[in-house]
C-alpha cells in the first residue's frame, strides 16, 4: 500500500504591531486553506509555526515588513529551518480591485511568494551588521539633534541684547559654547537672565550630544574592523559610510547573488532613459537611499583626493560626459569593491600591531615613516594602536618599510 503525501503548503503572514495575521495557501492549486491571527510574542510565533505544519509541509512563508513589525517573526521562522521571503505591501490597485483586511494581505502575501513576484530572502539581522544598525541609528539622531541645537544656540547669540552680543560676537563658536556652560542664571534684567538659562542648557545639550556621537564612534570603529577590515581599507570609506553600506547589504550578504543585485540595492544601478536616437542612462531613484548617500560621499572624497579618480575625471569630461553621468560611473565603481570587500574579502589583511612590529624590526623610526608616507606622525602612531583603522594605509606604510630597508 503506498503512503499518501503530505500536502505542500505556502504561508503569508500581515504583520502589526501586536497581533500577526497569517494565512496558509495550497502550492499546488493557489487554493486558501485556512486563516488566523496569533500575538507578536515568542509564545505567538511558535503558534503560528505549528499552526502552518498543521495544514501541510510548509514550503515557504512570504512575511510583510521583515525590517521592522515583521522581524520577529522572520527570524523565529528561519531558526525552525523555513524559508522565508520578503513581501512588500500589495499594490494601490490590488487593493482597490480586491479589496482592503489583514486576511486579504497575508493571502496577498502568501500569492506573491507562489507566483514568484517576491523572491527576496529578508535580512537575517542576528550578527555583527545588527548591531552596527543600533549604533548608527542612535548615531543619527545625536548628529541631527546637535545640529539643531547648535543652530538654535548660534540664532538666540543673534538676537540677544546689544551689549551680551557685543561681549560674545568676537568670540569664536567653541569659546561661546564653553562660556555658556558656566553661565550664572541669576540677573535682575529678566530678559538676559532667561537667555543666558537658555543658552547654558543649549550648551549642556551639544555637550552631551557630542560626547554620545564620540562613544557611539568608538563603539563603531572596532566592531567593523574586526568583521569587516577590507572595508575600511577602502579609499574615501569611513566609518559611517561603512555602517550605511553594511546596513544595506545585511548579515546575510551572501543572499545577493551578485554585484549587480547589490549595486540595485544601493540605488546604484543604471537605468535605461533613451527615446529615439537619444541612447542614455540615469541614476536609479530606488534603493536604500542612506546607501547611496554613503557612495555619493565616497566619490566626492575620491574625486577630491584620489589622483586616478582625478584622471578619470579629467578623461570622461573631455568626452563630453556631465559630472553626473561621471558619479554614476564612480558609484557603480565603488560598488564593485565595497560588495568584493564584503562578500570576499582578501585571507591576509594587515593591523596596526602587524605595523608597529615590522616598523621596530626594521628600526624606522615613526617620524621617518611619517615623512616618506606624508602624513603626520600621529596618524601613525593612531594605526598602530588601533584608535585607527585604515588597511590602504598600512599596506602601503609595510611597502614603505620595505623600501627604506633595502
Not at 501541510?56 to 522572520?74: K, L, P, Q
Not at 569659546?175 to 547654558?200: G, I, M, P
Not at 564612534?217 to 577590515?229: C, G, K, S, V
Request: hydrophobic residues 40%.
Amino acid at each position: 500500500m503506498m503512503t499518501p503525501t503530505r500536502r505542500r503548503v505556502t504561508g503569508g503572514v500581515d504583520t502589526h504591531a501586536d497581533t500577526n495575521v497569517a494565512a496558509v495557501l495550497d502550492t499546488l492549486t493557489f487554493r486558501t486553506l485556512a486563516t488566523a491571527t496569533f500575538p507578536t510574542t515568542a509564545v505567538g510565533h511558535q503558534a503560528a509555526l505549528e499552526w502552518m505544519r498543521d495544514q501541510g509541509a510548509v514550503d515557504a512563508v512570504g512575511v510583510e515588513s521583515t525590517g521592522t513589525y515583521g522581524a520577529g517573526i522572520a527570524r523565529h521562522l528561519t531558526a525552525a529551518g523555513v524559508k522565508v521571503i520578503e513581501v512588500n505591501r500589495p499594490e494601490k490597485l490590488d487593493r482597490y480591485l480586491d479589496g482592503k483586511d489583514d486576511f486579504i494581505d497575508a493571502e496577498a502575501a502568501a500569492r506573491a511568494v507562489l507566483s514568484g513576484r517576491a523572491s527576496t530572502i529578508p535580512k537575517s539581522g542576528d550578527g555583527p551588521v545588527e548591531a552596527i544598525r543600533s549604533l548608527e541609528t542612535a548615531h543619527e539622531s545625536a548628529a541631527h539633534d546637535r545640529v539643531e541645537a547648535i543652530n538654535q544656540f548660534k540664532s538666540m547669540m543673534f538676537r540677544a541684547p546689544n551689549g551680551f552680543r557685543d561681549v560674545f560676537s568676537t568670540k569664536t563658536f567653541r569659546h561661546q559654547l564653553n562660556a555658556a556652560v558656566r553661565f550664572r542664571t541669576s540677573y535682575d534684567d529678566l530678559v538676559e537672565q532667561e537667555l543666558r538659562a537658555a543658552l547654558k542648557m543649549l550648551a549642556q545639550r551639544i555637550r552631551f550630544l557630542e560626547a554620545q556621537i564620540d562613544d557611539i564612534e568608538a563603539r563603531l570603529r572596532p566592531i567593523i574592523a574586526e568583521y569587516f577590515p577590507a572595508l575600511l581599507g577602502l579609499h574615501g570609506v569611513g566609518p559611517h559610510s561603512a555602517a550605511q553600506l553594511l546596513m544595506a547589504a545585511g548579515d546575510n550578504a551572501d543572499r545577493l547573488h551578485s554585484e549587480a543585485a547589490f549595486a540595485k540595492l544601493c540605488g546604484a544601478c543604471p537605468q535605461l532613459a533613451s527615446s529615439g536616437k537619444t541612447v542614455r542612462f540615469r541614476l536609479d531613484r530606488g534603493g536604500s537611499r542612506n546607501a547611496n548617500r554613503a557612495l555619493y560621499r565616497i566619490v566626492i572624497v575620491r574625486m577630491r583626493y584620489d589622483d586616478t579618480t582625478k584622471r578619470y575625471v579629467a578623461r570622461r569630461l573631455a568626452e563630453g560626459k556631465t559630472k553626473a553621468e561621471i558619479i554614476r560611473c564612480l558609484k557603480r565603481f565603488v560598488v564593485r569593491e565595497v560588495f568584493a570587500a564584503i562578500i570576499n574579502p582578501p585571507d591576509e589583511i594587515p593591523t596596526g600591531q602587524d605595523l608597529r612590529d615590522a616598523r621596530v624590526a626594521a628600526g624606522v623610526t615613526l617620524t621617518a615613516l611619517a615623512v616618506s608616507l606624508s602624513v603626520a606622525p600621529t596618524n601613525i602612531s593612531r594605526l598602530e594602536r588601533g584608535l585607527e583603522h585604515h588597511t590602504t594605509r598600512v599596506h602601503q606604510a609595510l611597502e614603505t618599510i620595505t623600501a627604506m630597508t633595502t
